[in-house]
Structures are given as structure tokens and as C-alpha cells.
């Protein structure tokens, strides 16, 4: 029997996995933002050293994997299983960074939502018993992701004010069942939602309903109310999107007003650095969550925090047919302690 | 403890979940081949009343989502997640062909491995507790994939003879913590493997390392040799990988040559049907095992299989990159009875 299920969508874990380390690389934007001393390494240039930014973007996952090992003392044969994905095409960044790592890999694509869907896989391969010691990885790259999903940046195409700009980032964490927490508690894992938004130069406000649908959903199955939470953080809805997502969850009857907040308008200063409605990609609630939430939990200036991370199901060839933009959000419970 | 580990890769699963029902939908080329008979609906045309190939790969998602579920008198409701993904970038065949499931979804990329990763992760879900029944679905489309993949249908471009022909086909199964068999007793996680291969013409050849890889280490995480199965069944290795995969494994001590099929060698004539190779793509493996060999483990024709579906982890981007092939294998053991 599924006994570790709690309502329709979210599992309690029976033995709460710990966040051993993290770790997160950025680029130079994400690196003069307000957030830049809590990443483990800002990047100079956008190549890295590589000869483009595909395999720029590969370079930065395999170095977040070394550093999320190196941190938590651990060898790549201590780890059962890699849980991974990115925003490019057949997921590239993720398969060429990690094709030295000679560990069991499941990868998953779950746009923006990737960090969450894998922090939620990965606690329940190690409450089921079937791993010790999981770690979960996702990047984007704005210049690979502009290329592929938007206009060659040599164009220098006007960006609506709804756009957002995506992280050049990657973030990650290994979760084991030895440790003393922080502990994710529980998972609630989204349906895909979609609710006749087709303008891809507003992605917050097509994820929001998503988003909504797994807050309110998180709590029903729970019984928790936004109290619980010193923080309930979506992962890159932006400003447009967050306030809708506000609205639709205060109007179900769960007033979270006090409590929300997006990595999307964490990362940079949306004024003056000017990325419009705020931040989006894989790498931005993944390099967030790794850098300053952590640390944030480690200093117990946060003890409960609800991680969503919010992913817009779209390609550039469904827009161009004229479809509209599925979304999901994924939500995983966070606490400094068991009590 | 991670107790349901054995070896380094494998999972032995504490109370196999059973493979409830399966359905598949197919093209007519499929349909024109020697397993007609064992698929669900071969449809007429390649686009099915759709506008595009894109959508009519969605539909054909959808229809066999449905078809699972009526297949097992189960309603939306009682399927606590869904797995799945496809080739499309994005996975657009996937999330829009199940937008309107509102059932938890776990989007995947393991290229034409999807199937065995999907039913490996669904069978550890519902072993561990957190599942009573879960789907599992995975796509793919010839010519939506030589689209993105390729060259234009309309050049006609030659195809050399490693080539392989992508199937346009989906299939998916039901599987649950009740029934009486066929089981899923053991779930062998492939690691990504690149043995420097970078002809996108040859994907068997690239992939056979990672299949090898995978086959030995069930062998050797089991104890399990090759007599223990009645059929080794790799996804879409086709004429080339299969001979390199079967001599790889022979060499490494195990005697795989009279157990060993492929299913991108049983879906079509090879000679007749002018597919080179072999047939290729996620539809592969998931149609032949959901129709054939479903139909024969539960004729009790076949007693125990080894299903190895195999995924060749590139883009078009890094192909163009001069990048080589990152490969992966997942295996999945099934058995008609727990005996």
C-alpha cells in the first residue's frame, strides 16, 4: 500500500532525507547581483573557456557536480544516482557534463521545475530504500536559451516588459539519508496545468495557475497553512507571474501574502539590471535554493521554507503552431529540524 | 539504509509491482509489419486528422493514455503519477498530448531509453510506498523526429545503410501494487557511456557499449546469468549495435548469443520495409514490449525478460559541434510469476 501518501498529491516522507551540500555557479550578471556572495563561484565570461556556450553550459554542470561532492567529502561512487536535466534540446548540457561521472543517471526534464522534480525524486529513492546518497543538478545558460528558444543575440531583439531574462547558472545538492537536516519533509509533485495563455514573452503569468495548483494543493493535502512556512518560495514566476499566483492562492482561501517571495526577483536587481519582469531558467531557483535559501536554513534564519519550482512546457516549435503553454510546479517542503 | 540496493546499479524490489495493462497505437508502416497484430490501433496516417505532426503525436500520447486506463477499468483518478516523456525538444508530444490528465506528472529525457526509465522509476515509486498505480508512457514519431533530427521529408534525402527508421508509435503500461503478475522484479539504472563514437548515421553502434554496459552489470549485481532469462531484449540497437552489443557482453564472460532479440529488429521487415538498420526511436521498445511482448509473457510464451532499452543521449547541436555520443542503457527484469 501507498502509505507514505498524504491527499492526492504530495508524500510524506518516513525517514526525511538530508540536504548534505550544495553548490552553485553563475555567471557574470548573476554575479553583480544582489545574491553574489552566496554562490560558490562567479564565472568571468559567459564562454568559459569553451568554444560555445553549449559546452560552456556543459563545463558548468560537471564542475557543480565536482563541488557538490568535493563539499560534502564524498566520492562519485558514494552516489546511487544522478537525477538531472536542462533547458536545451535532448537536455545536452546535463548528458555531455555529466558523461564522466560513471554514475546510474535518470534524467528528467521538467523546464524550470527540473530542481524540485529531482530534489522529489531523489527523497523518495532514498526513503523507499533504494539509494543512500542522491544528487540532483539542473543549469540553463541565458545565451544557449536565448539562441534556442528566442532570436540570435546578435540581433539585439527587443525584449517586452513581461520577458524574463534566464539565469546562467547551475545549482545542485546531494540529499542522503545520514544527516541531520536540513530535511526535505514532503513532496508535492504537480499536475500540468494550462489555462489558454499563449504569449511565451510572458512565462510567470502562464506558470502562476501551476504554481497556485501545487500551493493549494501542498496545503489541502497537508492540513499546513501558509504559518507553517517562514517562506514560501516559487522558483521564477517574476513579478507579473508572482502576483497572480498571489492572487489565485489568497482567493482559494490560503492568504500567503506575507510568506511568498520568486527567486525570479531574488537574483537580480530587476531595476538595475535590467531584466524587466525578473529572472526564469532551470538555473535560477536551482542556483537560489543552493546559495542563499541554504545557507539562509544552515544559519536558522529560515526553518521552514516551501520550494516550488515552476516550469512552462512549451517549445518554440509548439508557438509556432499556435498552441498554448502547459506549465507545472513542483513543491518540496524544507525544514532545519524534525520538531 | 538503502536495503533494496544489490550491487551498484541494481534494485531488487521488495514486493515487484505487476504490469496491470499496456496499450500502443502505431503508424502504418508499423502497421504493415510482422507484429501488426499485437498493437492496439494502427492508424491510417501519419498526421490522423491533425494539422501537424507534432499534434498528431500528442493525439496519438493521449489516445493511449486513455487506452491504458480503460484497458484496466481505471479511471484518472487512481493513478497516483504518470511518467513519461519523448523525443520532441521539450517533450512537447508529451506534455500536450497529457495536459488534460490532472494526474502528478514526472516528465523524463532518456532519448529511446524513456520506457525502461519510466518503468523503473514508477516501479521503485510504488515499492517504496509513495504509489499504488502509476503510468507509464513514452512516443515517438518518424517524421516529427527527422524534422528536428534530420532533413526536411521532402528533400528525400538517402539514408546510408547504418541508418535506422524511427517509429512512430507510443506506448505505455499500468503498473501497480496489485495484481498477479507479469512483475517487475529488478531495476538496472544505466550510467551514461561515450566511447568516442560521433556518427549520428550509426546510433546502434553508439549505444551498444551503454546496452553491454548495463547487461553485464545486471548480470554481475544479480547473480543472475544469461540462462535465468528466456529473452534479452534491447530498445533499437538495430543489425549493427546488436552484434557489437552481443560481442562486447560475450566477451566480458557472459554467453548472451541465443537469448539475446532487438526490438528495432522485430517491428519490421528490415529486407521488405527498406529500414536499414533496423527501427529506432522512444515508440520503439514501449510498442513492442507493450503489444508483443506483453501478449507472449502473458501467454506464459515468455517467462522472464531482460528489457534493455537503449537511448543515444545527443542533439543536432552537438552533432553540429562535432561532439561525440553520450549513450545510456536502462533494463528492467519482468517476470510472468514470482517462482
Known amino acids: 500500500m501507498a502509505d507514505k501518501r498524504v491527499g492526492k498529491q504530495t508524500i510524506k516522507l518516513g525517514t526525511p532525507p538530508t540536504v548534505i551540500s550544495t553548490a552553485s555557479i553563475v555567471g557574470p550578471k548573476e554575479g553583480d547581483g544582489?545574491?553574489?556572495?552566496?554562490?560558490?563561484?562567479?564565472?568571468?565570461?559567459?564562454?568559459?573557456?569553451?568554444?560555445?556556450?553549449?559546452?560552456?553550459?556543459?563545463?558548468?554542470v560537471k564542475e557543480t557536480?565536482?563541488?557538490?561532492?568535493?563539499?560534502?567529502?564524498?566520492?562519485?561512487?558514494?552516489?546511487?544516482?544522478?537525477?538531472?536535466?536542462?533547458?536545451?534540446?535532448?537536455?545536452?548540457?546535463?548528458?555531455?557534463?555529466?558523461?564522466?561521472?560513471?554514475?546510474?543517471?535518470?534524467?528528467?526534464?521538467?523546464?524550470?521545475?527540473?530542481?524540485?522534480?529531482?530534489l522529489g525524486i531523489g527523497s523518495m529513492l532514498i526513503d523507499?530504500?533504494?539509494?543512500?546518497?542522491?544528487?540532483?543538478?539542473?543549469?540553463?545558460?541565458?545565451?544557449?536559451?536565448?539562441?534556442?528558444?528566442r532570436f540570435p543575440l546578435e540581433l539585439g531583439t527587443q525584449r517586452p516588459?513581461?520577458?524574463?531574462?534566464?539565469?546562467?547558472?547551475?545549482?545542485?545538492?546531494?540529499?542522503?539519508?545520514?544527516?541531520?537536516?536540513?530535511?526535505?519533509?514532503?513532496?508535492?509533485?504537480?499536475?500540468?496545468?494550462?489555462?489558454?495563455?499563449?504569449?511565451?514573452?510572458?512565462?510567470?503569468?502562464?506558470?502562476?495557475?501551476a504554481a497556485a495548483d501545487t500551493i493549494v494543493n501542498h496545503f489541502k493535502d497537508t492540513g499546513f497553512t501558509p504559518d507553517y512556512y517562514d517562506l514560501i518560495l516559487t522558483g521564477d514566476l517574476g513579478i507579473i507571474g508572482m502576483s497572480i499566483c498571489e492572487e489565485i492562492v489568497n482567493e482559494m482561501g490560503f492568504n500567503i501574502s506575507k510568506k511568498l517571495n520568486d527567486c525570479g526577483l531574488m537574483i537580480f536587481d530587476r531595476i538595475r539590471q535590467d531584466v524587466h519582469a525578473g529572472a526564469s531558467g532551470c538555473g535560477c531557483a536551482a542556483t537560489v535554493f543552493a546559495g542563499h535559501i541554504y545557507q539562509e536554513i544552515m544559519?536558522?534564519?529560515?526553518?521552514?521554507?516551501?520550494?516550488?519550482?515552476?516550469?512552462?512546457?512549451?517549445?518554440?516549435?509548439?508557438?509556432?503552431?499556435?498552441?498554448?503553454?502547459?506549465?507545472?510546479?513542483?513543491?518540496?517542503?524544507?525544514?532545519?529540524?524534525?520538531?
Open 299 to 339: 544559519k536558522n534564519n529560515l526553518k521552514k521554507v516551501f520550494l516550488v519550482a515552476t516550469g512552462a512546457l512549451l517549445s518554440p516549435t509548439s508557438t509556432q503552431q499556435g498552441e498554448t503553454i502547459p506549465s507545472i510546479a513542483h513543491g518540496i517542503s524544507i525544514s532545519r529540524t524534525l520538531n
Open 34 to 60: 544582489p545574491l553574489r556572495h552566496t554562490f560558490d563561484l562567479v564565472i568571468d565570461d559567459e564562454m568559459w573557456g569553451e568554444k560555445t556556450w553549449e559546452k560552456a553550459e556543459s563545463k558548468i
Open 161 to 209: 516588459p513581461s520577458a524574463q531574462w534566464t539565469v546562467l547558472g547551475c545549482g545542485g545538492a546531494l540529499i542522503s539519508n545520514r544527516g541531520q537536516g536540513p530535511y526535505i519533509t514532503h513532496v508535492t509533485t504537480g499536475k500540468i496545468v494550462d489555462m489558454g495563455t499563449n504569449d511565451a514573452n510572458n512565462m510567470g503569468g502562464a506558470m502562476a495557475p
Open 65 to 118: 557536480w565536482s563541488r557538490i561532492l568535493e563539499k560534502a567529502s564524498k566520492a562519485p561512487d558514494d552516489i546511487n544516482y544522478i537525477i538531472a536535466g536542462d533547458l536545451l534540446n535532448q537536455c545536452i548540457a546535463t548528458t555531455f557534463g555529466l558523461r564522466g561521472s560513471s554514475v546510474p543517471y535518470l534524467g528528467i526534464y521538467g523546464a524550470c521545475s527540473t530542481i524540485c522534480e529531482s
Open 128 to 149: 523507499g530504500g533504494f539509494a543512500d546518497n542522491v544528487v540532483c543538478i539542473t543549469s540553463s545558460h541565458f545565451c544557449s536559451a536565448e539562441k534556442q528558444f
